[in-house]
């Protein structure tokens, strides 16, 4: 003979600790149950300082959600016309009532939730409202396709900020599109994983003012266009910038341009000595830095910056010049406590 438990009407004080007992996952399928759930999950719930909303508009629209490292999925979007032949529930997300069900991918079967909408777009929006409003936090990371870019418009159009924004996966992208991407898109971490048709640099190319910009599959950046980028991190993929690229932007590095810059990392064909490379190039400026040291970042995984040769601006800050093999890439990072 089973039973129910009538969990909504246990006492507040145990109610609270059995909401800090479940994930994420577990509460956003309890909110669904009614809005007097709903609305205790949300009383009761304590955010954690790092938990990061995440709406992915690439192939399976759906909501995340990650603390710390852990990363949990809420709900997934789908059409209507997608709807499986299995027996589904219909729950009331913001007013609108809709089918849900789940599905089981991968080589350790995970379980995901999917509710069925007439409108996709439309009920994507409604329910990144809905997990946002739940979990009391804005949307902190978009990402999105070429076609999709509407994502990121509307996050942009709902909250003052957003934190990172994320376009594509390594496939190609009109000109037209890219160029939209970094002249409109106000994400203070901006990541274009995408590949531009063209070789040429898109024309009247402006940059706003970021604290990271991470560009791949490109060929077209040139050093003028690093000279423009204002971020504390610049992460580039282009094979092509010669070392005498290199040297005309640590030159202006050195006059006072990039000020903010604190990482600068540049993919290449192949390596070179960085430290006879400054020594060559800025007899005058090269110092030794005799401590290595690790570069914290959410965004950039960079292990220990070594010791050797860097480069000393006018107003006493280095910048450490290293080759990262991890990486293949030219590296140049400033830190903060260092002054010689």
Same mark, same amino acid.
């Given at each position: 003979m089973s039973s129910t438990f009538p969990l909504l009407r246990v006492p507040q004080v145990v109610f609270s600790e059995i909401v800090q007992a479940l994930t994420p996952t577990d509460l956003t399928l309890l909110a669904l149950?009614?809005?007097?759930? /709903?609305? @205790? %999950?949300?009383? /009761?719930?304590k955010k954690p300082k790092n938990a990061r909303l995440r709406m992915d508009g690439r192939y399976r629209f759906h909501a995340a959600i990650i603390i710390g490292y852990m990363y949990y999925d809420l709900l997934h979007v789908s059409s209507i016309r997608n709807i499986p032949k299995y027996p589904v529930e219909l729950v009331e997300i913001r007013g609108t009532k809709v089918p849900i069900g789940y599905f089981e991918t991968g080589n350790w079967p995970r379980k995901y939730f999917v509710t069925y909408w007439e409108d996709r777009e439309f009920g994507f929006k409604t329910v990144m409202d809905f997990v946002s409003e739940l979990f009391s936090t804005d949307i902190h990371t978009v990402e999105f396709l070429y076609d999709t870019y509407w994502c990121f418009e509307w996050v942009q159009s709902r909250q003052k900020t957003v934190n990172r924004a994320c376009l594509g996966d390594g496939m190609p992208i009109e000109y037209l599109e890219y160029h939209k991407i970094l002249e409109t898109c106000t994400a203070e971490n901006l990541t274009l994983h995408a590949f @531009? /048709?063209?070789?040429?640099?898109?024309?009247? @190319?402006?940059f706003k003012k970021r604290n990271h910009l991470s560009i791949y599959k490109t060929y077209w %950046?040139? %050093?003028k266009h690093l000279i423009m980028m204002d971020c504390v991190e610049i992460v580039i993929e282009q094979p092509f910038l010669e070392i005498s690229d290199l040297a005309e932007f640590l030159k202006h590095w050195l006059n006072g341009g990039n000020g903010r810059l604190k990482y600068l990392s540049i993919k290449r064909r192949m390596d070179f000595d960085t430290n006879e490379f400054c020594q060559r190039e800025f007899p005058e400026n090269v110092v030794f830095v005799n401590e290595e040291r690790e570069y914290e970042s959410e965004l950039v995984q960079t292990g220990v910056i070594p010791k050797g040769y860097g480069l000393k601006r006018n107003d006493g800050a280095i910048a450490s010049i290293f080759w990262n093999r991890p990486f293949n890439s030219f590296a140049m990072y400033v830190p903060t406590d260092i002054m010689i």
């Open positions: 149950c009614s809005r007097r759930a /709903f609305n @205790l %999950v949300k009383s /009761f719930w @531009l /048709f063209q070789e040429e640099s898109p024309k009247e @190319l402006t %950046v040139e %050093v």
